[in-house]
C-alpha cells in the first residue's frame, strides 16, 4: 500500500459547486497532516493543517480520520481560481524530519 | 531573504556530466529539504537538513546524489555522471521548526539529455 494514497481526477466541476477530495496514509504512526495546492508548474504552497477536530478555512473544510486513517477536503463555492492540484501530506510518522506528499488530486473549476 | 532561493531555474546537461543545484533559505530557517518531482508524478522525499544534526540522506536514490549545507544556511545538491532519469524539477523547502510552515523555493528544472 502507497504511504499516501489519492485520487488523481481529473475532477471537473461548474463555478459555486461543491467538491470533496479524499486521501489514505499508511503508516498509522503519522501525527500530523495538511493540505497543499500546487498550480501548474509552480512549486507547492500550504493550504491548511488538518487537526483531529476538524477544522475550517473560509470555503475550506478539513477533515481527519485517525482510526480509518482518512483525510478529506471540501471546498465549498467554487471559484475559477481554485483549479489545481491539491497535494495530500503527512509525516512519515517517527521522524520529525520529512513530510510524505500524495500525487494529488486535480480540481478544475470552470465558467 | 523574503524566501527561498534556488538556482539555476532550469538546469540542460549532457548524460554524464556532474551538476549542483543551489538552494538558499529563508533567513533563521533551521530545517531544510530536498524532494524531486518528476513530471505527472508526486514529490519524492531525498534529504532532509536540521540544525547541526546529521542530515537524513534516507532518500536518496543512489550514491551518485549527495548534499551539503554549509553554516547552517545554503545547501548544495550534487547530482554526478547524470542520467536521463534523473531528469526531473528538483525543489528546496526549509521551515523555522521541523516540517511545519514548509516554504518552497520555485525549483530547479533538470533536463539531462
Known amino acids: 500500500r502507497k504511504e499516501v494514497e489519492q485520487d488523481p481526477g481529473p475532477f471537473n466541476v461548474p463555478e459555486g459547486a461543491t467538491v470533496a477530495f479524499n486521501c489514505t496514509y499508511s503508516?498509522?504512526?503519522?501525527?500530523?497532516f495538511f493540505w497543499y495546492r500546487q498550480d501548474c508548474r509552480k512549486e507547492p504552497k500550504l493550504l491548511m493543517s488538518?487537526?483531529?477536530s476538524g477544522n475550517e478555512d473560509g470555503r475550506f473544510t478539513a477533515q481527519l480520520n485517525r482510526a480509518s486513517q482518512y483525510i478529506s477536503l471540501l471546498i465549498r463555492d467554487s471559484k475559477l481560481s481554485d483549479s489545481a492540484t491539491y497535494l495530500c501530506?503527512?509525516?512519515?510518522?517517527?521522524?520529525?524530519?520529512?513530510?510524505?506528499f500524495g500525487k494529488g488530486t486535480k480540481l478544475s473549476v470552470k465558467p | 531573504g523574503a524566501g527561498v532561493s534556488q538556482s539555476p531555474s532550469n538546469k540542460v546537461t549532457e548524460k554524464g556530466k556532474d551538476v549542483e543545484l543551489r538552494c538558499d533559505p529563508i533567513?533563521?530557517?533551521?530545517?531544510l529539504y530536498w524532494y524531486r518531482q518528476s513530471l505527472g508524478q508526486g514529490l519524492e522525499f531525498l534529504i532532509y537538513?536540521?540544525?547541526?544534526?546529521?542530515?537524513?540522506k534516507s532518500g536518496l536514490p543512489s550514491d551518485r546524489f549527495s548534499a551539503e549545507r554549509t553554516g547552517g544556511s545554503v545547501s548544495t545538491l550534487t547530482i554526478q555522471r547524470t542520467q536521463q532519469e534523473d531528469s526531473a524539477v528538483y525543489l528546496c523547502?526549509?521551515?523555522?521548526?521541523?516540517?511545519?510552515?514548509?516554504?518552497f523555493g520555485s525549483g530547479t528544472r533538470l533536463t539531462v539529455v
Open positions: 523547502a526549509s521551515s523555522r521548526q521541523g516540517y511545519y510552515g514548509y516554504t
Open positions: 503508516n498509522s504512526a503519522s501525527q500530523s
Open positions: 488538518v487537526y483531529s
Open positions: 501530506v503527512v509525516n512519515r510518522g517517527g521522524s520529525q524530519g520529512n513530510l510524505i
Open positions: 533567513s533563521g530557517h533551521t530545517a
Open positions: 537538513f536540521q540544525g547541526n544534526s546529521a542530515p537524513d
